[in-house]
Nanobody
Framework: QVQLVESGGGLVQAGGSLRLSCAASGSIFRFNVVGWYRQAPGKQRELVADITRGGSTNYKDSVKGRFTISRDNARNTVSLQMNSLKPEDTAVYYC???????WGKGTLVTVSS
């Protein structure tokens, strides 16, 4: 059973930065796409960014230029560097791995104004 464990969430002021990490049990090279999703209270879960096995990236429009997704195949991790955080970025952030649709349990990011 594959496990994805997110870390790095916390409380930060608007304009600050956080770096989230998703650690996989075993090689992440198995996954063709790994993504970061988020779910704010009362809202649906949404894709924030994803990265393919080959390193191609995709971002939600509202985070372009502020967030950067990267993968380290040697360390079996996918990271999300989040800069210039805004209160509307507040959510639980989840890691997802395709093609088998594995999910982590999430890490909470709270951005205060």
């Amino acid at each position: 059973q594959v496990q994805l464990v997110e870390s790095g969430g916390g409380l930060v002021q608007a304009g600050g930065s956080l770096r989230l990490s998703c650690a996989a049990s075993g090689s992440i090279f198995r996954f063709n796409v790994v993504g970061w999703y988020r779910q704010a209270p009362g809202k649906q879960r949404e894709l924030v960014a994803d990265i393919t096995r080959g390193g191609s990236t995709n971002y939600k429009d509202s985070v372009k230029g502020r967030f950067t997704i990267s993968r380290d195949n040697a360390r079996n991790t996918v990271s999300l560097q989040m800069n210039s955080l805004k209160p509307e970025d507040t959510a639980v952030y989840y890691c997802n791995a395709q093609p088998w649709d594995y999910w982590g349990k999430g890490t909470l990011v709270t951005v205060s104004s």
